[in-house]
C-alpha cells in the first residue's frame, strides 16, 4: 500500500486521547504509538464503524466509535489531546464546520495531524482538479480534488507547525499531498 507511509507519519506524533475523524474501517488503529491512550473514532457509517470495532480488538489503546459527522462532533469541548485526519478533509461537506469542531474538541495545547489530497499549485493540474471534481465527489463519496487544505486549516483557526507537500505516485489531479501538523491560536 503507497498510502501506508503516510499513514504512519500521520499517527506518529499522536498522543493522550486521539480523535480520529473519518476512522472509516480503522486503517489506522495498529499504526498508532504507544503514547496514545484511547482512539475515539467517529464515521458516519455503521457499516465502517463495526469493521473499525474488529481491528481495534487486541490493540492496546482502549477504543471506543461513534457514528457521526466530522462538522458536529459528539464530544464535549476541549476533550481530546490529539486529532488525526487522513484523507477526510477532502468528503466532509462542510469542512470549515468541521475545522471549527476540531478546534472545539482539542483541548488547547492540543494537536491537529493530517494527511490530504487537494488542490495541485500547478494551474494545468488544478483545472483537470476543477474538471473532474463534480464527476468524482458523486463516484467517490464526495472526494473534491481541489480543496486547498493548507488554506482551509490556517484560514480556520490553527497555526501551522509544519507542512509537507509534494505528488504520490498516480495521476497528478489525484494525488498531490498535505502532510501536516497545526494547533490552535
Known amino acids: 500500500d503507497q498510502l501506508l507511509p503516510y499513514r504512519r507519519r500521520a499517527v506518529a506524533g499522536a498522543m493522550g486521547c486521539v480523535l480520529e475523524i473519518g476512522i472509516g474501517s480503522g486503517l489506522n488503529l495498529a499504526l498508532y504509538p504507544e503514547a496514545v491512550h484511547q482512539v475515539i473514532g467517529v464515521d458516519p457509517s455503521p457499516e465502517l464503524l463495526h469493521r473499525a470495532a474488529q481491528a481495534s480488538q487486541g490493540l492496546t489503546p482502549t477504543t471506543e466509535m461513534i457514528e457521526g459527522v466530522a462538522e ?7 476533550s481530546v489531546d490529539c486529532v488525526v485526519a487522513t ?16 478546534r472545539r474538541v482539542l483541548k488547547p495545547d492540543g494537536v ?11 494551474p494545468g493540474v488544478q483545472r483537470w482538479q476543477r474538471w473532474l471534481t463534480p464527476a468524482w465527489k458523486r463516484c467517490a463519496g464526495n472526494c473534491h480534488l481541489d480543496r486547498p ?36 491560536y
Not at 458536529?72 to 476541549?78: G, K, S, V, Y
Not at 484523507?87 to 476540531?102: D, N, Q, R, Y
Not at 491537529?112 to 500547478?122: I, L, Y
Request: net charge negative.
Open 72 to 78: 458536529a462532533l459528539p464530544l464535549q469541548d476541549r
Open 87 to 102: 484523507w477526510t478533509l477532502c468528503s466532509v461537506s462542510e469542512p470549515e464546520k468541521a475545522l471549527a469542531e476540531i
Open 112 to 122: 491537529f495531524r493530517f494527511v490530504e489530497h487537494g488542490a495541485a499549485p500547478d
Open 149 to 184: 487544505t493548507d488554506a482551509l486549516v490556517e484560514q480556520n483557526g490553527f497555526r501551522m507547525e509544519r507542512l509537507d507537500t509534494g505528488y504520490a505516485k498516480g495521476p497528478k489531479p489525484f494525488v498531490f499531498m498535505y502532510e501536516g501538523q497545526a494547533r490552535l
